[in-house]
């Protein structure tokens, strides 16, 4: 063993320690075959009770350095773009606002299979703005399916929903619901 190959291992081996410090899913978090668990409650009877997007604020890890709490964003895929050559990943929409997500994205796993592997890139688009994340997930994902985002810190449902253009006063399309468009 050459002492550059030392150097190497070590500086390696300090990094996977450092990133075992600090896990990105929140405390108390289980994965199963078909699910995720955040404490007692289940991602998808939580996306069944109160539809998509919804989110769950918990702790992070006693070990985690930085914030203090992790967001897990539950979103549905509403299409699915297949992969066009090596330089071109599968593209999956959402239905959710992506921009307020866009650098706190720390791991997405899709609900269905969160243990699968052989995951490539992809990116994940909202349907009403270009933000797009590149992130890694199986070539399986299909529109319907769930995907759970754990981001960093706190986040408001308000700045994952889509707000589409709203009808102005006048019009008989839709009834006016005011001003204020929180």
């Not at 990133?19 to 007692?40: K, R, V």
């Not at 269905?112 to 688009?125: D, I, V, Y």
Request: charged share 20%; hydrophobic share 35%; with cysteine.
């Amino acid at each position: 063993m050459s002492i550059t190959h030392t150097l190497i291992s070590s500086r390696a081996m300090a990094l996977a320690a450092l990133y075992e410090d600090c896990p990105p899913w929140p405390a108390d978090t289980a994965f199963t075959d078909h699910d995720i668990s955040i404490g007692a409650q289940s991602l998808t009877a939580l996306a069944a009770q109160r539809g998509t997007p919804c989110l769950l604020i918990a702790p992070s890890s006693a070990s985690a350095r930085g914030e203090e709490y992790r967001t897990v964003v539950i979103t549905t895929i509403l299409d699915r773009t297949p992969r066009r050559g090596l330089r071109h990943p599968m593209e999956l929409t959402v239905n959710c606002d992506l921009g307020a997500l866009d650098s706190r994205v720390l791991d997405v796993l899709p609900l269905q299979c969160p243990n699968a592997r052989h995951r490539k890139t992809t990116l994940l688009r909202s349907p009403h703005t270009q933000t797009a994340i590149r992130v890694l997930l199986p070539q399986t994902c299909a529109p319907g399916d769930l995907l759970a985002l754990t981001c960093e810190g706190t986040i408001a449902l308000g700045q994952i929903t889509s707000h589409p253009a709203r009808i102005h006063p006048g019009s008989d399309d839709e009834p006016w619901q005011g001003r204020c468009l929180k």
